[in-house]
């Protein structure tokens, strides 16, 4: 772990292409409220340890004054509001993220914590949501990656060690029998000679409950959850930040949380799943991440087919997924045609149909660096086509702003449920995870999904 690195800036891609990463420069925790707070300093370049159907009958049923006590409590008990946050950021900070490239070389060193043996294949299904996606072929479709990777550059965020290029695993893994156990430190390796067989990713979930105690959740929490509840069911909070970033806050029902993870653990557990990148310089990301649709390569920042480090295709992105995507973007036009009559929503939040999602699955030490997601095709990005971001579980500070200081950026506090989309305008700016708050996320979503502590983020875009 490092600490205060200060005022390394990681650079994942100057020039034309790249997430580009800068320093926390110091830190100063104020937080001022649940949404934005000027100023906010500390977001560690490192990344640490890391539909619309609405399942809303339910709750609405569960809302009701029959609902017994023991009901409301198992849906709603201890999720904790914003303003019942720990709101001291961890003491970790600015760390390895922000670690300049020693060298030259990409080396890619990923590696993946060792699991209980798992399901050698991806589930795709996504069980309880409505099927019936009307969303047409072609949005799925992935164009040609050759003409735009020209203006990506050498990567950003994750850098690797020297000794190996590509993915390496352990010969146990390797042999095709086995990498399990020991969640916490245990680690298999990609080399880039060997391929990942299915069944050996991270599981973001754990296998089984814990069989210690549990308290039972305080009527003040449960009654501060249903109120959450029942304001998302009113059409929720929307926030415009700027033009083109929107904030839909608890856009997400629990019942639609708790799939979508069921839904990621899946799609994370098979070939593509999830995976530990590393530093070039041989500092280890704490950070699991998996794309769907397309691979983002963070080496090279850029878009491909296939993972280099084992030469898995992405699965794609799941139909209830796109439903997702497609009802929070409408929300949004929505949202700007009733505040705006004169300017075209459209216009100020270009429709995208995704065909890549980058899921990262930050552990409570878990932090991204100042960025700007700029791997997507020139035409994407020229056009202002949303990126489109699904917070669950922990809530994270996410610190925005025109420019690599985080000393200038504002802070937002992205809780389990929320949707951020920024596009048009806005599609270019500075953002950053600066700090997990743990044990903040919603205590149903625990209990019935089993996420390990930590957040889970989706990032939808179109290449
Ligand atoms: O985790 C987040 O909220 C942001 C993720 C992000 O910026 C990225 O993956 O590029
Ligand atoms: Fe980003």
Not at 141 to 167: A, E, L, M, W
Not at 178 to 207: L, N, P, R, W
Not at 329 to 355: F, G, Q
Request: charged share 25%; proline share 6%.
């Amino acid at each position: 772990m490092n600490r205060g690195r200060g005022n390394n800036r990681r650079d994942r891609g100057g020039g034309g292409g790249g997430r580009q990463h800068y320093a926390a420069k110091g830190r100063s925790a104020q937080p001022t409220g649940p949404w934005v707070a000027r100023g906010v300093a500390g977001a560690g370049g490192h990344l640490d340890d890391a539909s619309s159907g609405s399942g809303s009958s339910e709750i609405v049923r569960r809302n009701t004054e029959t609902a017994s006590v023991d009901d409301v409590r198992k849906k709603f008990g201890d999720v904790l509001l914003s303003t019942e946050y720990p709101s001291e950021p961890s003491s970790e900070s600015h760390g390895s993220l922000n670690v300049p490239p020693k060298d030259g070389n990409l080396k890619g060193v990923q590696s993946f914590p060792k699991t209980e043996p798992i399901v050698p294949c991806y589930n795709n299904n996504f069980p309880s949501l409505p099927t019936d996606s009307k969303l047409s072929e072609s949005g799925m479709s992935i164009t040609s990656r050759d003409q735009n990777f020209k203006n990506c550059s050498p990567s950003h965020y994750i850098f690797t060690s020297p000794q190996t290029v590509g993915c390496q695993f352990s010969p146990e893994v390797q042999s095709g029998k086995k990498t399990t156990s020991d969640g916490a430190s245990g680690e298999t390796k990609f080399g880039s000679s060997v391929s990942q067989h299915d069944g050996f990713s991270f599981d973001i979930c754990e296998e089984r409950r814990s069989s210690g105690v549990k308290l039972k959740t305080p009527l003040h929490k449960i009654n501060k959850a249903k109120r959450k509840e029942e304001l998302r069911m009113q059409g929720g909070n929307i926030k415009v930040f700027r033009p083109g970033m929107i904030l839909l806050k608890g856009h997400l029902s629990l019942d639609e949380q708790v799939k979508m993870v069921k839904s990621c653990r899946d799609l994370g557990r098979g070939p593509g799943g999830f995976y530990q990148p590393g530093f070039r310089d041989g500092a280890k990301l704490h950070l699991k991440m998996m794309c769907l649709g397309k691979n983002w390569d963070p080496e090279k920042s850029e878009y491909g087919d296939l993972r280099p480090g084992d030469q898995t295709k992405p699965p794609p992105i799941p139909d209830e997924f796109q439903l997702l995507v497609k009802g929070a973007i409408e929300k949004c036009h929505n949202h700007l045609e009733s505040d705006n009559k004169m300017l075209k929503a459209r216009n100020i939040l270009p429709p995208m149909t995704p065909n890549v999602c980058i899921i990262n699955f930050y552990t409570k030490m878990g932090k991204l660096g100042l960025h700007k997601d700029k791997d997507e095709s020139s035409k994407s990005l020229l056009d202002g086509l949303p990126v489109v971001s699904f917070s669950l579980g922990d809530t994270a500070e996410f610190l925005f702003g025109d420019e690599g200081d985080v000393d200038k950026a504002d802070k937002v506090e992205l809780e389990s449920g929320d949707v951020l989309i920024f596009g048009g305008k806005s599609r270019h700016i500075f953002h950053a995870v600066s700090n997990i708050l743990a044990d903040s996320a919603p205590r149903y979503l625990m209990d019935e999904t089993l996420l390990k502590a930590g957040r889970l983020n989706l990032t939808f875009r179109e290449y």
